[in-house]
């Protein structure tokens, strides 16, 4: 079984960035798919961005130019850096890991102040 644990997030200016990392207690060499999901207050979650085991990457259209998913097998770790960050990006940020079976963790949160 697979833990997931976020850190990163934080309180930041409109404009700024962060880098959220997320963490595996195993080994995420055998996760077909890593993703960033948000979910802010009211809404639903919704996709952010992910990456498969070969490198590619995908990302929701709001977040395209501004957002970079990566990750680090050898250190079991996926990270989502997020620049010009806006307002809107306000959301407790969750790691998913897709392989036979799914994991997510607890979140992070990002506050985007105007």
């Known amino acids: 079984q697979v833990q997931l644990v976020e850190s990163g997030g934080g309180l930041v200016q409109a404009g700024g960035s962060l880098r959220l990392s997320c963490a595996a207690s195993?080994?995420?060499?055998?996760?077909?798919?890593m993703g960033w999901y948000r979910q802010a207050p009211g809404k639903q979650r919704e996709l952010v961005a992910t990456i498969t085991s070969a490198g590619s990457t995908n990302y929701v259209d709001s977040v395209k130019g501004r957002f970079t998913i990566s990750r680090d097998n050898p250190k079991n770790t996926v990270y989502l850096q997020m620049n010009s960050l806006k307002p809107e990006d306000t959301a407790v940020y969750l790691c998913n890991a897709r392989g036979i079976l799914g994991y997510w963790g607890k979140g992070t949160l990002v506050t985007v102040s105007s």
């Open positions: 195993g080994s995420i060499s055998s996760m077909h798919v």
